[in-house]
T-cell receptor, first 113, second 113 residues
């Protein structure tokens, strides 16, 4: 079946640094990928839709300059959290839609100290 | 707007107990409804879905019926197993121009032998 690989699964970084999270479609091509964020005891919230070869579409309230998305190939989308702050600590999940359904990565737990 | 409200946990059950996880939704139009499951260390996986009113989704002993009159999609299983321990998310797929998955907060289930 279609598999989405997300890396790293956990990352701890210092305030002010940037962190890159990768999302790869392993056995299919994904022109579109989705990035979600989950706060403790909150829903998974869609942050942005990543489009191969063009700019990402961000949801209302999501800072484009804070959360940089690059989708340079049909199998890779990256999310970079720039100048991270402790409030950026969260669980980030990517997703793609290979055919009729959505496939999700296993998520990245980001902790900013 | 579109939203999903589901039972919050965590919930602990003994093996062979009956499980119900309540889920209600608010949406414009007629969304598709889903239950996703996330096992420890893995990505979200589709458990079951229903695309129209009165549809019943079923998989691995789990069932949920799309109830338009009560805007609900409650998940049930007659006899849970230890292997059912996971986080369960109710979700809807919005209709219209940009299709989006809207999730509930998720509920952690632990099944003890």
């Amino acid at each position: 079946g279609a598999v989405v690989s997300q890396h790293p699964s956990r990352v701890i970084c210092k305030s002010g640094t940037s962190v890159k999270i990768e999302c790869r479609s392993l056995d299919f091509q994904a022109t579109t990928m989705f990035w979600y964020r989950q706060f403790p005891k909150k829903s998974l919230m869609l942050m942005a839709t990543s489009n191969e070869g063009s700019k990402a579409t961000y949801e209302q309230g999501v800072e484009k300059d804070k959360f940089l998305i690059n989708h340079a190939s049909l199998t890779l989308s990256t999310l970079t959290v720039t100048s991270a702050h402790p409030e950026d600590s969260s669980f980030y999940i990517c997703s793609a839609r290979p055919s009729a359904g959505y496939t999700f990565g296993s998520g990245t737990r980001l902790t900013v100290v | 707007g579109n939203s999903v409200t589901q039972m919050e946990g965590p919930v602990t059950l003994s093996e062979e107990a009956f499980l119900t996880i309540n889920c209600t939704y608010t949406a414009t139009g007629y969304p598709s409804l889903f239950w996703y499951v996330q096992y420890p260390g893995e990505g979200l996986q589709l458990l079951l879905k229903a695309t129209k009113a009165d549809d019943k989704g079923s998989n691995k002993g789990f069932e949920a019926t799309y109830r338009k009159e009560t805007t609900s999609f409650h998940l049930e299983k007659g006899s849970v197993q230890v292997s059912d321990s996971a986080v369960y998310f109710c979700a809807l797929l919005t209709q219209g121009g940009s299709e989006k998955l809207v999730f509930g907060k998720g509920m952690k289930l632990t099944v003890n032998p």
